[in-house]
């Protein structure tokens, strides 16, 4: 395998159906092979949001959902 390929770490992330629903859409549109390819694909597109619009110290992880509810 090669050097930049390597996948040593394992992570499990809990999706609600929505999150799950977008995700297979957006890994479909994109022809993406798999879903952790598209987990991928939006870690680096999101890693690439310019510095200044990082998230602020003290926010709650519930802030950070792929999708907004009603109540948003």
């Known amino acids: 395998m090669e050097p ?3 996948r040593g770490e394992r992570i ?3 999706l609600s159906p ?3 629903l977008a995700l297979d859409d957006f890994r ?3 022809r993406m092979p ?3 390819s598209a987990i991928r694909e939006i870690l ?3 890693l690439g949001v310019p510095k200044g619009d990082h998230a602020s110290a003290g926010q709650k992880s ?3 959902g792929v999708l907004h509810t ?3």
């Open 62 to 64: 519930s802030d950070f």
């Open 18 to 20: 929505d999150e799950l």
């Open 12 to 14: 499990q992330i809990m």
């Open 4 to 6: 930049d390929r390597q």
């Open 70 to 72: 009603k109540s948003d």
């Open 44 to 46: 680096k597109r999101g």
């Open 34 to 36: 798999s879903r952790a």
């Open 28 to 30: 479909f549109k994109n």
